[in-house]
Nanobody, 122 residues
């Protein structure tokens, strides 16, 4: 079974930067889309940034210009560089993989990371 392990996050002051990383464990042939989602207390989980296997990036309006997503298709990793952080960015961040295949004949599956807390506060 494919699992994703996240690292990074923590406490940062407004205006600061953090980097999140997510790595897949298990045998993976390909992943169509990798991305980051977040969930703040009392709010629904929302998309932050995604990146296709072909390199197309998509960002939420609220993070456009401040966050950068990058992935390594060979290593099945995805990173999120977060700059100019504000208290509104405080949330639990989850990496997400869509269209995961473990072999040429396997079905597409999806997977989530375990979540990591990002707190922006002075």
């Amino acid at each position: 079974q494919v699992q994703f392990v996240q690292s990074g996050g923590g406490l940062v002051q407004p205006g600061g930067s953090l980097r999140l990383s997510c790595a897949a464990s298990g045998s993976i042939l390909s992943i169509q889309i990798m991305g980051w989602y977040r969930q703040a207390p009392g709010k629904q989980r929302e998309m932050v940034a995604t990146m296709t296997i072909g390199g197309t990036r998509n960002y939420a309006d609220s993070v456009q210009g401040r966050f950068t997503i990058a992935r390594d298709n060979a290593k099945n990793t995805v990173d999120l560089q977060m700059n100019s952080l504000t208290p509104e960015d405080t949330a639990v961040y989850y990496c997400h993989a869509i269209g995961v295949r473990t072999s040429p004949t396997s079905k597409f599956t999806s997977a989530w990371g375990q979540g990591t807390q990002v707190t922006v506060s002075s």
